[in-house]
């Protein structure tokens, strides 16, 4: 039997982000890689795709870990928890991440939501160099939204350490179905 499937690039950008240093969690997206997602558009078993990479530096003295989510407007709708601790002394080191989010469940107030895993890989992880996202249950239902609105996609980090920081530079939002 027959797939019938398609992939459609919803932003596809080499812009940088700003870089992200510290310890708050904040956008690593340019403002032309957020996509506003429109509002009754996501279906059940619906999916999202997101490949990003860029550069990343720890610190020698005190490295910390990475965290990534996913967020429709201002909801975690996905959270990848925190990498194992970054190796020492690592300036300006590239890292790829691909996180894919499925539609779980549809509808108003917060009884939608997604599912979602990914991994992320540079030489600042610790052998083997990525680590998996989430570390525990994949595909758990992330915090419910409102799929009967419009909303923004971004992508978060968080830094565990104050010195080290993490900058995108190539960013693909694809949506497969």
Request: charged content about 10%.
């Amino acid at each position: 039997m027959a797939n019938f499937s398609w992939y459609q690039p919803l932003v596809v950008s080499s812009t940088a982000g700003s870089a992200v240093t510290g310890t708050s969690a904040a956008s690593i997206l340019a403002g032309v890689q957020k996509y506003t997602y429109p509002a009754n558009q996501l279906v059940l078993n619906s999916k999202l795709r997101i490949k990003m990479g860029g550069k990343i530096t720890s610190a020698g003295a005190s490295p910390g870990t990475l965290t990534l989510d996913v967020r429709f407007g201002s909801v975690i709708v996905f959270n990848g928890g925190a990498s194992a601790t970054l190796s020492t002394s690592q300036v300006n080191v590239t890292w790829n991440a691909e996180i894919e989010l499925i539609c779980l469940t549809t509808g108003s107030g917060t009884s939608a939501t997604m599912g979602g895993r990914g991994q992320c890989d540079s030489v600042v992880f610790p052998s083997p160099g990525h680590y998996y996202m989430p570390a525990t249950s994949p595909m758990a239902a992330g915090t419910g939204f409102d799929s009967t609105s419009s909303f923004v996609i971004d992508v978060f980090a968080t830094l565990g350490s104050a010195s080290d920081t993490i900058t995108l530079s190539d960013y693909e939002l694809i949506s497969v179905n």
